[in-house]
């Protein structure tokens, strides 16, 4: 069998994992979400070993690094070896905002709780306005 020397990156995204279909990796980059080396790329673009890629994934990018070609989906065991993973890991639970929500339908806010909101809101951010 002869040996790859690239492959297209839509399907080597597909076949490591990194997205559950083969549509949805030419999806994410018809939209401008892979990278291959810093430049974006379009789905028939090929890559080779030693390529850096960063794919936008759930509001977050995973960096990996090309260390195997593939075509074909494989298993998860083999499909990790076929990248380094570079990805730093995500902020602690802490650090992500919180936004207070309210219930749908529940209407327009009272004077009562526009000012439970406020106060929360300077709590969190630290606001001594009032």
Same mark, same amino acid.
């Given at each position: 069998?002869a ?11 597909w076949?490591?994992r ?5 549509s ?5 980059c ?9 430049? *974006?790329?379009?789905?028939?673009q !090929?890559? /080779?070993?030693?390529? %850096? #890629? ?9 960096i ?18 076929a990248?380094?993973?570079l990805?730093?890991p ?5 650090e992500?905002?919180?936004v207070?929500?309210?219930? *749908?339908?529940?209407?327009?806010? !009272?004077? /009562?709780?526009?000012? %439970? #909101? ?5 709590e ?7």
């Open positions: 069998m040996e790859l020397t690239s492959a297209r990156v839509d399907a080597w995204l076949a490591v990194l997205y559950k279909t083969r949805a990796a030419t999806a994410a018809r939209a401008g979400h892979v990278r291959v080396n810093g430049e *974006r790329v379009k789905a028939a !090929t890559v /080779r070993e030693g390529d %850096e #890629i960063r794919a936008r994934e759930g509001g977050f990018d995973r990996v690094v090309v260390r195997k070609l593939l075509v074909k989906r494989v298993g998860a065991p083999i499909a990790a070896t990248l380094t993973d990805t730093p995500p902020p602690p639970r802490e992500i905002a919180f207070p929500v309210r219930d *749908r339908g529940s209407g327009r806010p !009272t004077k /009562r709780d526009r000012r %439970e #909101i406020d106060r929360l809101r300077d969190i951010f630290g606001n001594s306005d009032g």
